[in-house]
């Protein structure tokens, strides 16, 4: 196995199913294995699964461990030499899980990548942080990062100055 997706899910039906489909869709031809770690769902997303997409590892929990534990579980059963979390509103586009894969490959000194996030609108969301600083959480604090996006010395913790058009360790 290559690529290891884990989608955890507490009851989000609607949503996890564009979210699989899309998976489903554009892992056609990678070495993939999907993993649903679902936080006892009352509202029958382990049966989208078993109905729909049988071919999707589930591990149904009796109660809602919270985000960060589901993962952890679903990075445990993985056997994959990539893991990719994904959330459950996410819809993959064509090309990017082998994009991100084939830069892993070419850059084995990287311990993590994000893609660009593209939002329902087109737009691009806000997916990176700089570190933690005194000044960067003054700069938050006075919203000097909204009135000042362009600027990479007020940009601030939450990298309002970044575009989202190169590759950059953040």
């Known amino acids: ?3 290891s997706v884990i989608i955890v899910t507490w009851n989000a039906k609607r949503i996890v199913r564009e979210c699989l489909e ?3 869709k554009h892992t056609k031809d990678l070495n993939t294995e999907i993993i649903v770690v679902d936080n006892a769902s009352s509202d029958g997303t382990s049966q989208l699964k078993r109905e729909h997409l049988p071919h999707v590892k589930l591990r149904q929990k009796d109660a809602n461990l ?3 534990r ?6 445990w059963l993985s056997t994959g030499k990539y893991v990719c979390l994904v959330n459950s509103d996410v819809v993959v586009p064509a090309n990017c899980l082998e994009k991100m894969a084939q830069h892993m490959e070419q850059h084995p000194d990287i311990g993590m990548l994000g ?3 593209f939002l329902p609108e087109g737009t691009i969301g806000q997916s990176c942080l700089r570190f933690p600083s005194v000044w960067n959480w003054f700069c938050r604090a006075l919203a000097l990062d909204r009135l000042f996006k362009g600027s990479r010395l007020l940009g601030g913790f939450l990298m309002t100055d970044f575009c989202y058009d190169r590759v950059m360790d953040v």
Not at 70 to 75: F, H, L, Q, S, W
Request: hydrophobic residues 50%.
């Open 66 to 68: 919270g985000f960060t």
């Open 22 to 24: 899309s998976l489903v």
């Open 115 to 117: 893609p660009k996030m």
């Open 70 to 75: 589901a993962n952890n579980i679903g990075v």
């Open 1 to 3: 196995m290559n690529l």
